[in-house]
DNA sequence: CAATATTGCTAAAAGGATTTAGCAAATGAT
DNA sequence: ATCATTTGCTAAATCCTTTTAGCAATATTG
C-alpha cells in the first residue's frame, strides 16, 4: 500500500537477516557463508516484495552503471550506418547493459558536452561510431575510461572496428571475373584523393586498393575509371550516361555504392539497356534500395550490426585487445550480374519489416 | 595530481565554506541569503578544480536524473521513423538531458525488461515511440511516472503525438486538383482493412479519411482504387502493371507511400510512359528515395523529427498537456505533377548528408 | 580440556550529493 | 538596554547500497 520504493532494507527486514546478508545474498557473492536457508528466504522476500535495487546507491558505492555510452557524429540519426546501433543495442541489451545514445553531429564542442554528460553518469565505457569510417578526435578522458571505436579510428583510442574492405573489394572482382567477364569493366565513382586515403573514409581507399590488386592479379584491366566527388544516384547517372554517349564499349559496371548504382540503373533503362542481359552491375554497401531496384543488385553489405555488436563485446571484454578488427562484409547476390560461373558468399536475402505508413 | 574524483566537499574547502553552502549556490537556489562574496568563491572553487557533480549521488538524493528513457519497438534501429530519434535526441539535448535508447522489437517481455531497466536507473520520463503509430501496449508503471506516446497511442497514457493525417490526405488532393486534375486519378495501396482502423497504423485510416472527404469536397471520383497488403516497392509496380494492361484511362496516381510509388515509377518507365507529362505522381512519407528518383517526387513528409522534439518538450513540461497532439504534414514539391495552378505547402528541399563509403 | 578455526552473521562506514533544522552574530525595534 | 528579527552560515540526517571489520557460537585440533 505504502507508495515508497521497495528498499534493500526491506527485503532483509522480512527475510529476518541484515541488509548485509541481503546485499551479499543476491548480489552473488562467491565466497560469502551463509546458509542456504538464508539464501533462500531472502530471494523469497525479494520476489514477494517486487525488489529492484536502486542503481543510482549502487553506482555511487561502486562506479558500475552497466552503461555504455554511444557517442557518434550522425549514426543514430541517419538512415546509412543504421545497423551499427542496431548490433550495439542488442548486444548491451543481451549483457544486460543499456545504452546511452550521444549525437554530436561532428561538432568538437557538442562532443566535449557529450562526454561530459557521460561521465557524469558514470557510464562504464565508451563506444565513438563514425557515419564513415574515419579518424575521429576524441577530446581527454580519464585514464582508466573503457573505449571502443566504431567505423571510426583514434591515434588515442586503439580499438577499432572496421570493415574488411579491402577483401571486399578482392571479393567484387573475383564475382565479376567468376561469371566470365574478362573485358569492358567500368569503375564508377573512382576519386582519386579518397584512393590516396587523403579524404573521406580511410576505409573506402582500401576497398579501392582491393580491387586493383585482384583486378592486377586477374590480369584485367578497367575500360574507363569515372571519377565524381559526391555519391548520390544523381552522380551514377550522369556518368554513365557519359559513358554511353561516349560509346565506352561496356559490360559491367562496378560502382563504389549502391546510390551510384541506381543511377547508374537509370540511365540504363533510359538508354533501353538490360540488366543483366546487356550490363552487369555490381556495388557495395546493400542499402534497403538495393533490394527495390529491378532487377534486385548484387552489393557488398557494410556489417554494420555485427560491428556494433563486437564493439560491445569488446567493450566489456576483461581486458582490451587492441589493434584492428576487420569484419567481414557478405556479397547480397541478386539478378544484377550473368552469372556463369557459382556464385560465392552467397546469402540468401533477410526479410526486412515492411512498412505502412 | 590526485586521481580521485572532485568532490562537492572539496570545493567547499577550498572556497572556505560548509559543503551545505557550496551545494546551495552552484546548484543555484533562489531563496538562499549567502552572500555575493561566497557566491564568487564557491565559483572560483569550482571552476579551478574542475568540479562535475555526481549525479548517482544527486540522483540518490533528489531522484532525478536528467534521463529520459526512449523504448521503441524498431524505431532506432530501421530507417524509417529514424527523424524521430532525431528530433527526440536534439530537443533532450537542448533541454540538459540525455537519452537511454530501448528497443524491443515489441515484445512485451523485452518491453518489461526495458521498462525495469530504465526505472532501475530512476529515468526522469517515459517516450514510448512505435515505427507506425498505432496503439501500443505498455505494462504497468509506477503512478506518478511521466509518458509521453511518441508516433503512438496507449489507453492509459493521453499524452501522444501524432502526425496531421486527414490534413495531409486533403491536401494531397488539393494539390492534385490545383494541378487542373479532374480525372483519372488513381488510388494506389488501398486497403480495406487498414482503412477501417482494423490494422496497421491508425492514423493511415485517417489519411484516407483525409482524401475521400477532400475528394467528396471537389466532387471527385477516383478511376480506379488498386488495394494491396503490403507497401513495397513490387506491390506498386504490380499494382500499376495491372492498372496499365487493362488499359484504365490514367493522369494521376496518388499513392499512399513512397515505396509504392517507386515500384509505379518502374512500371511507368518500362511501359515508356512520362513523368509528370503522361502522368502525375504524389504520395506519402518523403523517404530518401523520393529525391533521387527521376523526376523528384512530389511527397508528404512525416514530421518525425518535429515530433520527436515535440515529445521531448511534452515530457518536461512543468504540467502534462493531455490529448493529442497533431504535427502538420508539409509536402515537398519537386516534378512529379504537372503543376498549373500553384503550389501549396511549398518547402525548399533541405540538404541532406551525403555518403562516401 | 584449552586453544584454535570455522561458520554464520551483523554493525558501521563509505560513497557524494541535498536538505532540514538551527546556531551565532548583527541589526532593528521599543 | 532589552528583546525580536534578520543575516549568513553550518551540523547532521538522508537517499540506498556495498564492503570492511569483527562478534558470537560451534566445530576442530593438540
Given at each position: 500500500m505504502s507508495k515508497k520504493r521497495v528498499t534493500l532494507a526491506d527485503v532483509a527486514r522480512l527475510a529476518g537477516l541484515s541488509p548485509t546478508a541481503a546485499s551479499m545474498i543476491l548480489t552473488g557473492r562467491p565466497d560469502t557463508r551463509l546458509s542456504a536457508e538464508a539464501h533462500a528466504r531472502v530471494h523469497a522476500a525479494a520476489l514477494e516484495l517486487g525488489y529492484r535495487p536502486n542503481l543510482a546507491a549502487r553506482a555511487l558505492r561502486t562506479d558500475k552503471t552497466r552503461t555504455i555510452a554511444f557517442i557518434s557524429d550522425v549514426v543514430a540519426t541517419t538512415r546509412f550506418a543504421n545497423g551499427l546501433i542496431r548490433g550495439t543495442l542488442e548486444a548491451a541489451d543481451a549483457a544486460g547493459h543499456v545504452v546511452l545514445v550521444l549525437e554530436t553531429g561532428g561538432e568538437p564542442a557538442r562532443e566535449v558536452q557529450a562526454i561530459e554528460a557521460a561521465l557524469d553518469r558514470q557510464v562504464d565505457g565508451f563506444i565513438f561510431a563514425a557515419m564513415r569510417a574515419r579518424e575521429v578526435f576524441v577530446p581527454a578522458l580519464p585514464a582508466a575510461t573503457r573505449v571502443v571505436m566504431l567505423n571510426a579510428t583514434s591515434r588515442h583510442h586503439p580499438v577499432c572496428i572496421l570493415p574488411d574492405e579491402f577483401e571486399a573489394g578482392g571479393a567484387a572482382v573475383r564475382l565479376l571475373h567468376d561469371a566470365?567477364?574478362?573485358?569492358g569493366i567500368a569503375l564508377i565513382g573512382h576519386n582519386q584523393m579518397v584512393e590516396q586515403g587523403l579524404f573521406r573514409s580511410e576505409t573506402v581507399s582500401r576497398r579501392l586498393s582491393g580491387i586493383r590488386t585482384e583486378m592486377a592479379r586477374f590480369g584485367l584491366d578497367f575500360v574507363a575509371e569515372e571519377s565524381c566527388w559526391n555519391w548520390e544516384a544523381r552522380n551514377g547517372y550522369e556518368l554513365v550516361c557519359g559513358l554511353l554517349e561516349r560509346k565506352v564499349p561496356l559490360t559491367a559496371l562496378l560502382c563504389l555504392n549502391d546510390r551510384l548504382a541506381f543511377g547508374a540503373y537509370q540511365a540504363l533503362g533510359e538508354a533501353g539497356l538490360r540488366i543483366p542481359a546487356d550490363m552487369s552491375v555490381v556495388s557495395f554497401d546493400n542499402d534497403e534500395l538495393a533490394a527495390d531496384l529491378r532487377p534486385g543488385l548484387t552489393t557488398f553489405a557494410l556489417p554494420h550490426e555485427e560491428m556494433g555488436r563486437e564493439a560491445v563485446r569488446l567493450l566489456l571484454a576483461p581486458k582490451s585487445e587492441l589493434g584492428e578488427h576487420l569484419i567481414p562484409m557478405t556479397a547480397t547476390i541478386r539478378q544484377s550480374i550473368a552469372i556463369i560461373g557459382e556464385g560465392r558468399g552467397l546469402v540468401t536475402e533477410m526479410p526486412r519489416p515492411s512498412r505502412s505508413n
Open positions: 566470365g567477364i574478362r573485358d
